[in-house]
């Protein structure tokens, strides 16, 4: 839409004189305003339409485009806008269209209405961009609610901001309670109490705050009263009543806050100064009291007031019962004794003095009216002679001094005023001529050569209605000149007051991270607005408001500055316990009224939670190496080290994988007093089981020998002694090599000499590994071709696998069953297994047997229990390592810093404090090859600086 209406002066020219106006610029100009008619027309639809859909606020600031609409319609709707149209009629030209001024209503009721609601929308940004302390901000809202009700973004805004503000506020009253801040509680309850919540504030909060006031105000009143006891006795002692009334005023304060009964000890203490105090006082008023009834009595005789007034007040200052000065008390007895003697006298004096004043006034009045009447004459003529004299109105004086009788122009008065009078005349020819030269050299002049001072002078000599109006003439002139080069001066500063808005507009849309390159554009914009000079007084302030915008960015950037430093050594410290500390406090300390700090207060309000799982994180990952072969001791060791951790910490997943891991560290710790000796006498030293040899012959009848069988007689026979009890010596026996279908080392000799090693080698070694070892090789001794005798078999299997569950949890859940099983079986293991023809033997060897063929293979029933043994007996399969801190980018996505490396990969935590004290962790996001996808929303009120765990699944520790 064009901005030029030159066409209004050519219509304005036709309307004034149609008999003149060219034909040809009245076309135009018709065409003209007919189209600029029709544009407005349809901006002023669009708007409509704006407001129609309840957008306001797009409404407006469409038609604050160039040009601003209202302007534009307004200066369309002139004045002579009849005359113009019945002019176009009669020249049969097109009319022009109406201007839909229904429209310009509506908008302009928008602009009533969005008028109240631009300071709050401004100082809205302004605290936004300053990231101001909620409070301010949430006053700014509620009367932005309030003023714009149907905006209801403005409602959710408030609900969210009141929501984290109340939360800040028992934040922030728990640490002025620690810290003993009375003013600030009181700050924090009247908030509370004082403003219009639209979000629901808890009863419990309020009551919170309002007995920590209370608790605070009773334990700092009685501090300032135990202060103020020491104070007073002093006073006391040194006589010195004003400090003590002083003392004393403020003890009665602090005395009503806490209640103070008289028998308080500290009552007791203060209660004799206190009562002189009292005293004092009292004396004090009762001596003021009576020197203010003394004054009264010296202002009744200075007033001489009558005999009753002095009487009342001479017996109320008697009734003081204290000594009255002398002088004042017999002055105040003389005056009333005097009034009473002179009312005595006045009237007999009355009738003489009215008879002497008559014959007086009869002789005198004669002769005195003659001499007044001539003196008041002269009088007259003096002063009209001199009003004239002092308007130095020298003509008139002169004509008026010709028409007085000779006597009274010889009057020693009036022949001074006239030498006056013939002095004044002279000069006013010479201010004549003067007045005259100037006058014309000045009208003379130029109007932009024009000397001001030659104005100056014409001024003070002016005094002629002929001169005064000369010199208006050429005032007129010169302010008009000034009135146009005031226009260019001011069209000037206003371009260049445009030019920096724009600029400064960008500056704060875009931002910038540069204060040195902000404090140069101030210098900038100051020489450039000091350049124009000679601006309007009404549009300097302009400037004023650029100046105080740019360095209140200014401001706002050295507040961001510092905050990004703040924030950066919060996010730097990630993984250092103290230094986060510290940089968190550094953050509450610097800027306390800053988002940043209300964050950082947050993040050190949930220590225990975070603090929690990293020292979890720290135990997992330094007993995680060597878990599966600690000693006894380590176990020990392990077992303490984690059980003060739960004392420390709030309970998290972490500690609970620690509570479930318990029985497996307690049988570990259970093996420092196990008893291998018997173990290894059943296994190694019994002289059943260690450097046997063993014949079987057909009718498959097993024969155990100390010593290797011999073959005599060219291998036909086989001669050898074998065992028959633990007591008596081997007996021998010899057999033809026919009959003899397998002779060499025994079974139980190689599980003996394997034992030997695998137990001399356990303080080391894998304890389930190791008895795993020798439960497999003892089941693979029964399953050979020339097993191991069943009964010895089961009774050694059940020996170590009976060891192996008393040192590991485990291995008691895998083979507790097959021990119940060998326990359940029945069998006899005291029967002579190894006589060749003892028949409980053979009768328990079946039964045995049976047993060993019935048998789960160990692998399976190891594979069965992995599960168990990853859930309960090895670390967790996942640690939560303290990575990085949340943070945010410049566009208000979220960040971790530092960032991660490539290779990580898992899940992203925050560790938060639950209601039952405990330390629960929330999902955030995920990571991929370092790359971080956000599972909150941009809105959420995480508070930035908060520590962020990567979840990482590790690899499997083997099971044994």
Known sequence: MSTDLWFLDDIRDAVNAPETADPDLVREASIAYNESCREANKRLRQVDKLLRDGLRSEAIQSAELEPPLLNHVADLDFPFLEEWQGMLAQ?????PPQLELDAAKRLNVAYAEIRPLEQLLRQHRLLALARAPLSARIEVLRKLTALDELNFSWQTDLADYERLRLRQIKSEAAEATLNGDLARLSELQAELNNAKWSSEVSPDLVKEIREGYRSLEHRDARQQLEELVPQLDQAYSE??????????????????????????PLAQRSGEAIEWVNEQLRTADR????????????????RDDPKQKLESLLHKTQRFDLPIPEGLLTRVQDRIATQSAHSHRRGRLIGASIVASLIVIAVASFAYWRVQQQRETLLEHRTAFSELVDEESWTQAESYFSGLPQDFQEDAKIQSLHSQVAKGVSEEQSRAQAIAELLDYAESQSVENLDKAILDQIRELAETEDEKQRLANLEFKLRKYDQQQQVVRDKAFLAAVKKWSE?????????????TETWSLLTKLQEDLASHSGVSSSLRNRGDVLENKLRTIIRQQSEADKERRLMNAVYKSAGRIDVFEKALADVVREQPDSLAASNARQVIGEKEAWLSVIKWDRFWSEVRPNWTTQTAMEATETLDLGNELEQ????????????????????VVARKDINLAELKYSLVQNKFMYNLWM?????????????????VGSGKELRFKYLIDSSNPPKSRALQASSVIWHGRAPQSDIAEESKNKLDQLPTEN????????????????KQEHPLDAVLGLDLLRRVLQTGCDGSYQFQEAFEGVIEEIDNSGIDFSVAWYLPDDNDAQAARRDAQAVVAGFVGFDELV?????????NCLPPSYSLTWVAVLGRKQGSEWECYPLLPETSEGKLYIATTSGNKKAQLKQVARVNSGKVTWSIAKESLEPLGTPLFLRTELPVTASP
Not at 91 to 95: D, F, G
Not at 650 to 666: A, G, I, M
Not at 697 to 707: A, M
């Open 91 to 95: 020249w049969n030209l097109q009319l």
């Open 239 to 264: 006589f010195d009543v004003p400090r003590a009334a002083e003392l004393t005023t403020r003890w009665n304060e602090y005395a009503q806050l806490v209640s103070l009964s008289p028998q308080d």
């Open 287 to 302: 001596q003021r009291e009576f020197e203010a009834r003394l004054q009264s009595l010296e202002t009744a005789l200075e």
């Open 503 to 515: 600029k400064l507009a960008v500056l704060e849309r875009n931002g910038s991270s540069d204060e």
């Open 648 to 667: 420390q910490t709030l309970e998290n997943v972490l500690s609970k994988e620690f509570e479930k891991r318990k029985p497996y560290l307690d049988k």
């Open 695 to 711: 014949v079987v012959d057909k009718e498959n009848t097993r024969f155990y020998c100390p010593e290797a069988p011999q073959e």
């Open 767 to 782: 304890w389930d590994k190791t008895f795993y070892l020798l439960a497999s090789n003892i089941r693979e001794k029964l």
């Open 863 to 871: 594979k069965s229990k992995k599960e168990f043994f990853r859930s």
